[in-house]
């Protein structure tokens, strides 16, 4: 008699907290039941596996528009094909305002995209580059409602950054609409004002790239962030973090009691600053934002996650193609690197090169590893335990995980757009060898079966985590006033 649609049978699974024997019961694509001796309608056998909750990966940039009419090579089938060959089942990924132009300009086009092309479960943080009091009065609050939960600024880039009053104006919208926000920290004055001696020192190359925005422009603009949002009482998340002297700023600030939270990405574990420093074009293979650092970086970084100040890896998949006119070359063959697109890919990579790296590498155990990659992300953005545990009620959003499998990672296996990755001919070990979301098969051996328009859209309701602390310089909340 067969209780379940399908059971997974006879694996180990592990969640943020546990490692035991179970098999995993699903019933309409939820999980209902951790038992022994399950039997379904559908088996599907982790014997020697592991099995994990789906990754959560909550910063990763999908086929997103850019005001000079382009859009983000990786379209919605093809990153959700990477994040199910990488073991992500569930992603929050961007829709932006346009500078001059209200939000309602742009993201009902996000919307349309995602429905018709995520295969995985889907929600937006919102980027905000031009905080106007309609914007902060009026479309905020709505697409809150809506259930975009979380705004993202930068503080720097052209055209995107904010300075401190239009930083401000978006804390005190969180604040007044319950809505968390995203931050990239580096200083923008900082890095133009590097960046424009270089030119003019005729240092262009790629490797230029790190010069231009060293370590203290990242720390400055950390513990800017963080104080801005100390003022206004808002709860934020620091994104990609790169180096020991952010993370620092940011222990500092979680000691004080102030809700902040920080991420940080597989690349800045695995990549340096010398890797730009390769023939040609080259090196802009490895170019991010901000950037990989030297070599005794990723150690300390470690250590930040160890210590917990950092809990969230996430990819920040923001790729263009290394080949063609499009991507790293639209500038032509020969560009300076202040016209070279920033980011690389790391939609499929992510899950293996934490495992790898941490539990393998000895330098975290299987429980954090799993906080890490689906636990902490779905608490911090509102979708647990609906995401990133396995438990009753979950959504049935499983990786069956090859602990001692090893892979040489090439491009091929990664299944995204992009035409390179920058860990080619990397062994990794431990590797996603099925993902199953919403209780359906959707990879097995690397062959990703799943339908266009299959992921759900993921309201994200109010939710305690993101709540003000209250505590107000003077009692005083400024943000209650649209100034
Ligand atoms: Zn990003």
Not at 180 to 188: K, L, P, R, S
Not at 206 to 222: F, G, L, M
Not at 306 to 313: A, K, N, Q, S
Not at 333 to 351: D, M, Q, S, W, Y
Request: with cysteine; charged share 20%; proline share 6%.
């Amino acid at each position: 008699m067969a209780d379940y649609d399908l059971v997974v049978r006879g694996g180990t699974v592990v969640t943020g907290a546990d490692t035991f024997r179970a098999d995993v019961g699903v019933v309409g694509g939820r999980v209902v039941a951790l038992a022994e001796n399950l039997q379904g309608k559908e088996t599907l056998d982790a014997g020697g596996l592991l099995v994990l909750p789906g990754g959560v990966d909550t910063h990763c940039h999908i086929e997103q528009l850019e005001p000079n009419g382009t859009i983000n090579e990786e379209s919605f089938v093809t990153g959700s094909t990477a994040c199910l060959a990488g073991g992500t089942t569930t992603i929050v990924t961007f829709a932006s305002q346009f500078k001059g132009h209200p939000i309602s300009h742009t993201l009902p086009e996000y919307r349309r995209r995602a429905r018709e092309g995520a295969m995985v479960d889907y929600g937006f943080h919102q980027i905000i580059t031009d905080p106007t009091e309609a914007v902060v009065r009026d479309e905020i609050p709505e697409l809150v409602a809506s259930g975009i939960r979380s705004l993202k600024v930068f503080l720097t880039y052209d055209p995107l950054h904010l300075d401190d009053a239009a930083y401000l104006r978006v804390l005190a919208a969180a604040r007044r609409t319950g809505a968390f926000v995203t931050v990239h920290c580096e200083n923008y004055e900082a890095i133009r004002w590097r960046q424009a001696a270089l030119m003019a020192d005729g240092k262009s190359t790629p490797k230029y790239h790190a010069w231009s925005r060293p370590r203290v422009v990242e720390r400055e603009a950390t513990h800017r962030a963080i104080a801005l949002a100390e003022l206004v009482d808002q709860p934020i998340q620091v994104f990609h973090v790169s180096c020991t002297e952010a993370a620092e700023e940011i222990a500092r600030a979680q000691a004080r009691g102030v809700k902040v939270w920080a991420e940080t990405c597989p690349q800045y574990f695995v990549l340096q600053a010398s890797d730009m420093d390769r023939p040609g074009l080259e090196g802009a293979k490895f170019m991010c934002s901000p950037s990989p650092r030297g070599p005794g970086d990723a150690e300390l970084l470690w250590d930040q996650v160890r210590r917990g100040t950092i809990d969230v890896v996430s990819s920040d998949h923001s790729a263009t193609s290394y080949e063609g006119n499009r991507g790293k070359r639209i500038a032509g063959e020969n560009p300076p690197f202040t016209k070279i697109p920033n980011g690389v890919p790391g939609l499929t990579a992510r899950l293996p090169l934490v495992f790898s790296l941490g539990v393998n590498g000895g330098r975290i155990d299987l429980n954090h590893f799993v906080r890490l990659i689906a636990t902490n992300p779905a608490k911090l953005f509102g979708l647990y335990p609906r995401k990133g545990t396995i438990a009753p009620g979950s959504d049935a959003d499983l990786v069956l995980w090859e602990a001692g499998k090893t892979v040489t990672i090439t491009n091929g296996l990664m299944q995204h757009h992009i035409d390179y990755t920058p860990y080619e001919g990397m062994a990794v070990t431990g590797w996603p060898v099925a993902t199953v979301k919403g209780g359906r098969v959707a990879m097995r051996d690397g062959k990703v079966q799943a339908e266009p328009g299959s992921g759900q859209y993921l309201p994200r309701g109010p939710y305690d985590m993101i709540r003000p602390r209250g505590a107000l310089p003077d009692g005083f909340d400024a943000s209650a006033f649209i100034v």
